[in-house]
Structures are given as C-alpha cells and as structure tokens.
C-alpha cells in the first residue's frame, strides 16, 4: 500500500495547488448537499455529512459556505443529484473507479467515458473491476499527531482494522459500518482528522514504467477535473524517478 499512498499524496497536493477554489468548494458543496439530505442534518448524528464537513475544512471552505449547503438540504432546497460509479482500465489495463454526483447522466456518462477512451482506456461494466479493491473507511491525520505506537494503540481500541504509519501520515482503516465510531473516538483524543471517508483502497498496486505513469496521472487529471466527479481510484504504484518529478 506505500506506493498506493504516495500516489495519493502527490495527487491531493497537486490538486490543492492546480484547482480552481470555485470548482472545489462546489464539489465539497455538492458532497455537503448529497450527505445532508440522505440523513440527518447534523454532522454529529451524520457519519457522512461530518466526513464531508471535515473534507470541507480541510479545504478551507468558508463556514458560512458550509452552513448554507446544509441549510439547503434540510429545507428541501438545491439540487438533486445521483450517485454513480464507474468502473473501467487505464492504460495497460490499471483498474480505475471514479465515484460521481450528477444531475444528468447521460452528459456525465458521455464525458467520462470520451476521457477514457481519448487516454488508452476503456470504460467497462459496474464490477468489472472494483472486486479488485475493498469499499472500508479511512481516518487521516498528520505524521506530528502522534507516534505511529500511540497512533495504532488508539485506534485499535477505538475498534479500527489497521493502521499505516509513514512520512505522509497516519492512514487508519475501519469497516464500513464502524468509520463513524472511530472516527468520534480518534477525534476525542486527537481533534479533527484532516479526512475521514469511505475509500476503495486497492487490495494489491501494480509497478508501471514512466511513459505508462504519465499517460494515467493525465487521465486522473481530467477525470478529477470534471465538475460531476468527486473521487478517482487506481491500482498503480508510480516509479521513485516519477514521483520525484512530480513531487518538484
């Protein structure tokens, strides 16, 4: 899983320097919405809707922008959206998911699957590849938080499944069903994660050379940059050479 977190790392700092506030607000808006109407109102009694008002802060989203997404579920207010997953390969045949909310499929559907086919992939069928990844939960903090011993302690009593410790952080993994519960607990100790989500973590990354890194950080790019898409997972694990780069 190493390689599969330094992807993400590079991808979220790139993403943070590279996006447009406007477009970013209004996806963690769209999540806030979407989280908001399919349960209660409340960050606190909302598993999702206090991930996503986490996501939210971490961003640095105004809270005022915020409250208002919320406000606008709770009044029946704003737009509706569906959930979709799309699943299909990359070049060389790297699985690919990418998690959507949109308010017309056809159009989404339509783009998604041109970014695919215009970098060397394919779109495929739901499932197709997601039995490659498994759906758990994920508590982020920073490496200064805590020691990776007092870190792992703390989340196995707060009824985590496993925790990696790195240069980049500490990634914690839960069940589905339990993300909301530790992610209470680890805050009551340490104070706000800087993510706590449900993921699809790749049960084994694949080594790709650097042409073939380079042609998927460029799909991952434009699919990120699609106004209806909120999450993009891979399972492939970028050359040190390539990282280096990328990380300059």
């Known amino acids: 899983m190493a390689g599969h977190s330094q992807f993400k790392n590079i991808m979220h700092r790139k993403g943070r320097q590279d996006a447009q506030k406007s477009k970013l607000f209004g996806k963690l808006a769209r999540e806030i919405t979407v ?9 606190a009694m909302n598993p999702r809707l206090r991930a996503a008002v986490i996501a939210a802060r971490v961003e640095n989203m105004p809270k005022d922008n915020i409250e208002r997404a919320i406000k606008k579920a709770a009044g029946g207010e704003g737009e ?10 990359g070049p060389g045949g790297i699985a690919v998911i990418v998690e959507v909310l949109t308010d017309n499929r056809n159009r989404t559907a339509s783009d998604v ?11 495929a069928e739901t499932g197709a590849v997601s039995f490659m990844f498994d759906h758990v939960g994920v508590v982020e903090y920073p490496t200064e938080t805590a020691s ?9 009593d707060a009824g985590a499944d496993d925790v ?7 990634e914690i993994y839960t069940a589905q069903d339990a993300l909301g519960g530790v992610t209470k607990a680890l805050e009551a100790k340490f104070g706000d994660p800087r993510k706590a989500a449900l993921i699809w973590k790749p049960q084994n990354t694949i080594a790709v050379d650097d042409e073939q890194g380079e042609k998927l950080i460029k799909l991952v ?14 399972n492939f694990e970028l050359s040190d050479t390539l990282m280096a780069k990328l990380s300059a």
Request: charged share 25%.
């Open 35 to 43: 989280a908001a109407k399919m349960g209660m109102p409340d960050p």
């Open 221 to 234: 790019d434009i699919l990120n940059e699609h106004d209806d898409v909120q999450n993009v997972y891979a």
């Open 80 to 89: 509706n959206y569906d959930e979709i997953r799309y699943e299909g390969y």
């Open 113 to 123: 699957r041109s970014y695919f086919t215009k970098h060397g992939g394919n779109l």
């Open 148 to 156: 990776a011993d007092a870190m792992l302690e703390a989340a196995i």
């Open 164 to 170: 990696v410790s790195s240069e980049n952080g500490h």
